[in-house]
Nanobody
Framework: QVQLVESGGGLVQVGGSLRLSCVASSGSIFRITNTGWFRQAPGKQRELIAILPSTETSNSVKGRFTIGIDAAKNTAYLEMHSLKPEDTAVYYC?????????????????WGQGTQVTVSS
């Protein structure tokens, strides 16, 4: 099992910036193969923001948000700039990890607990 811990959310004014982090840890050997960030605003469905390695990015955040991963630290991050009120949502990281079970590699998907981002106008 891989555990994900998100951090970095909070209250920010319009035009501000935030950096979200998602740290993965496990008692077993694992390797992150894909990472993505999603968000869900009140009353709306969960929305894809961006994923790696495909570089698919939502048009609503292009040019303002950057997704990345620090493989050495098993940490995914989301850099957000020029924030708008419509960016207010709970943000979730998702990773796909290869885990060694002692005999073979197994692929599993995991979600972070979510972190609230609120942009005030």
């Amino acid at each position: 099992q891989v555990q994900l811990v998100e951090s970095g959310g909070g209250l920010v004014q319009v035009g501000g910036s935030l950096r979200l982090s998602c740290v993965a840890s496990s008692g077993s050997i694992f390797r992150i193969t894909n990472t993505g960030w999603f968000r869900q605003a009140p009353g709306k469905q969960r929305e894809l923001i961006a994923i790696l390695p495909s570089t698919e990015t939502s048009n609503s955040v292009k040019g303002r948000f950057t997704i990345g991963i620090d493989a050495a630290k098993n940490t995914a991050y989301l850099e957000m700039h020029s924030l708008k009120p419509e960016d207010t949502a709970v943000y979730y990281c998702n990773i796909r990890a290869l885990e060694w079970d002692g005999n073979r590699w197994i692929s599993n998907d995991y979600w972070g607990q979510g972190t609230q981002v609120t942009v005030s106008s």
